[in-house]
């Protein structure tokens, strides 16, 4: 946790902040005791009372926490001990209904002012603002810099605001929004009221830019640890990656999965493939209407859907916290993109995988459309590199010879110290080397020098294994002493092979129509044997050990929290609510590990508060009750049949 003034800030982060006073008298025991009744938690994470204290105390502060990490927490605990009104400013109407949905299962009063609001529902809820009935009013920052709306806070002497997704205000983020930068306003409308300003992923250039966008003053920079530990994170080379979804989601059998593609055809090429497998997927892009959309949206945060194939116009506004997989059919355009939108895994903080199909042609294919998409816009030329700088980046994560937390925590500027982290491919020794990989890049480099680097990946990869084509017989490559060199190696293979070498630079491709392979001095080096050259053999098949599952199932009775799952999605239904509304997967598991069959033993339970156990806690007892009764007479009846066998 790390607490220091903004001013002349460095970006440097200082260790063990719990050792810094905040000026706060509120003992932590108070805080603690409205987070036990209202959410059923014990303890904070780290970060978090820092960021509560900065809340209270009215100080400025930008709060930057991993997904999962419990920034929502932090803004939510302040005006209840307060007993105050704030703000929060979110972007989006479904981030902000599931938001207050699960504010309110908990017994917390929050509401929410967005265009889906009938004219009675938005009257009666401005007038609850007024009458100061909420604690937390979450709007768009559109709504929030009207003038009318403004006024009505001044009347009211609003003192805090939230600004969620805080990045969406920096050029420098992933994300940037024009509508956040009006945002830049609040200081001059509210001179006495603090802002405290949250985001999961900000780098140091996008954290300056957030304090300079917001005027943030004197105020509490909280960084936390930007590596997410219950992840797995591989990166596979893409070979054929309709079928190498469908393994990873079959894996993760009902379990919820979202697969990111870069265009719109791709999803709704992906999800059909999915759905001919019997997987229950649709697709979701910009493309479709708003009601499309929203009833996508909704069915898989209701559990009605396990799969999600999208473009990155999908996932801000999800809040459903046991999604166990996201897969990137293709590389992301950023290290931002990719960390924001694998954290949608695991928010539970139960174990997830992260799985990238890469190949070398997503680098240029991102390369061409953002090029294309500087020159339509006219913009400006720091802009285009800079965008080209953060698709670099993530390239070199593509790389298969570095630990992938390592690499990701490393890029946010913090020191990872774990010499291996067991939760990645290069880690786990699933990417190994490739023996004597010089002796098959010289034939590969050797094939396109004797074809005068005049073709594409496909006919070199035919000549090389002995094709009988008609393109071979046009051009006699048959002839070649480089023909059929390859012959024992799988397509699969080969292909790997030489996206690895333009992983390497070891060899180039032409950006027109044809991408003709072509050499360069690297590549005559190698051939030269002036330079050795590394390279890895197709992954191996990750084990369901080296998922880590088994940590977060000890002791768990795996029946049980089948059939918790089943009660809690009847009584989601029943209340219109989201399943992960009632109760997480974490919690669940902690029922079914635990077996509370009275109210104090329910209130033992991780994610259990009072509004939750008075709502919920009959009928889970229940049903524990019943399964254990009847799982015991079956026991019984077991012990029975077995005592009656001659010995």
Request: hydrophobic share 35%; proline share 4%; with cysteine.
């Amino acid at each position: 946790m790390f607490l220091v003034s903004l001013r002349g800030m460095t970006g440097q982060a200082i260790d063990h902040p719990e050792q810094i006073g905040v000026g706060s008298t509120l003992p932590l025991d108070k805080i603690l005791s409205e987070v036990r009744r209202y959410w059923g938690y014990t303890s904070l994470r780290p970060h978090q009372e820092a960021a509560i204290r900065a809340g209270l105390e009215h100080r400025d502060s930008l709060v930057v926490l991993p997904t999962g990490g419990g920034k929502s927490l932090c803004y939510q605990v302040p005006p209840l001990l307060a007993e105050r009104t704030d703000i929060v400013v979110s972007p989006l109407i479904s981030l902000m209904k599931d938001q207050v949905d699960g504010l309110r299962a908990c017994g917390y009063p929050a509401a929410a002012l967005h265009s889906g609001l009938t004219p009675d529902e938005r009257h009666n809820t401005l007038n609850d603002v007024v009458t100061g009935k909420h604690r937390l009013v979450f709007v768009a920052p559109e709504r929030l810099m009207t003038s009318g709306f403004l006024s009505m806070l001044s009347r009211v002497d609003v003192r805090s605001f939230a600004i969620d997704e805080a990045h969406c205000i920096s050029h420098w983020g992933h994300d940037f929004r024009p509508e956040y930068r009006q945002l830049s306003q609040l200081k001059q409308e509210f001179p006495r009221a603090s802002i405290h300003a949250y985001t999961a992923t900000a780098t140091e250039r996008v954290r300056r830019d957030i304090i300079e966008q917001l005027g943030l003053d004197e105020a509490a920079l909280l960084v936390g640890t930007f590596d997410r530990p219950n992840l797995a994170y591989r990166v596979v080379a893409r070979l054929d990656v309709n079928r190498q979804v469908l393994e990873v989601i079959r894996r993760h059998r009902d379990e919820a999965v979202i697969v990111y593609c870069i265009s719109r055809k791709d999803t709704e090429a992906l999800a059909e493939f999915l759905r001919v497998q019997k997987v229950k997927a649709a697709h979701y892009h910009a493309g479709m209407n708003a009601d499309e959309r929203r009833q996508t949206q909704e069915a898989f945060t209701n559990e009605e859907l396990d799969v999600i194939v999208a473009t990155v116009a999908f996932g801000m506004g999800i809040d459903r916290s046991n999604v166990r997989c996201v897969v990137h059919a293709a590389m992301p355009k950023s290290i931002e993109h990719y960390q924001q939108e694998t954290g949608r895994a695991g928010r539970d903080g139960l174990e997830a995988e992260c799985v990238l199909f890469y190949s070398f042609s997503d680098f240029a294919r991102w390369k061409s459309l953002l090029t294309r998409s500087h020159e339509d816009a006219g913009a400006q030329a720091e802009s285009l590199d800079a965008k080209l700088e953060l698709l670099e980046h993530l390239r070199r994560y593509c790389q298969p010879f570095h630990c992938r937390h390592k690499h990701l925590s490393e890029y946010f500027g913090q020191v990872y110290e774990k010499a291996n982290c067991r939760a990645c491919d290069v880690c786990l020794n699933e990417t190994p080397d490739m023996e004597d990989a010089t002796v098959p890049a010289q034939m590969i480099l050797s094939c396109v020098a004797r074809t005068e680097e005049r073709f594409g990946i496909n006919h070199i990869v035919n000549v090389l294994r002995g094709g009988d084509t008609e393109m071979i017989r046009k051009w006699q490559h048959q002839n070649l002493s480089t023909y059929g060199l390859m012959r024992d190696t799988s397509r699969k293979s080969l292909l790997h092979m030489v996206n690895q070498l333009f992983d390497q630079s070891l060899l180039e491709r032409t950006t027109d129509e044809y991408k003709t392979l072509r050499l360069n001095g690297a590549s005559w080096e190698v051939m030269r044997g002036e330079r050795n050259v590394r390279m890895l053999s197709l992954p191996e098949k990750p084990s369901r050990e080296s998922r880590r599952e088994t940590a977060s199932w000890v002791g768990v009775d795996r029946p049980l929290f089948e059939e918790l799952r089943s009660l809690r999605t009847q009584l989601a239904r029943e209340r219109g609510v989201p399943p992960y509304v009632v109760f997480n997967d974490a919690t669940l598991r902690d029922m079914a590990r635990r077996k509370p069959r009275t109210e104090s033993a329910m209130l033992m339970i991780h994610g259990v508060g009072e509004q939750k156990l008075k709502n919920f806690g009959d009928c889970f007892m229940d049903c524990i009750d019943s399964f254990c009764q009847t799982h015991a007479a079956d026991e019984e009846s077991a012990s029975d049949v077995l005592g009656s066998e001659p010995m």
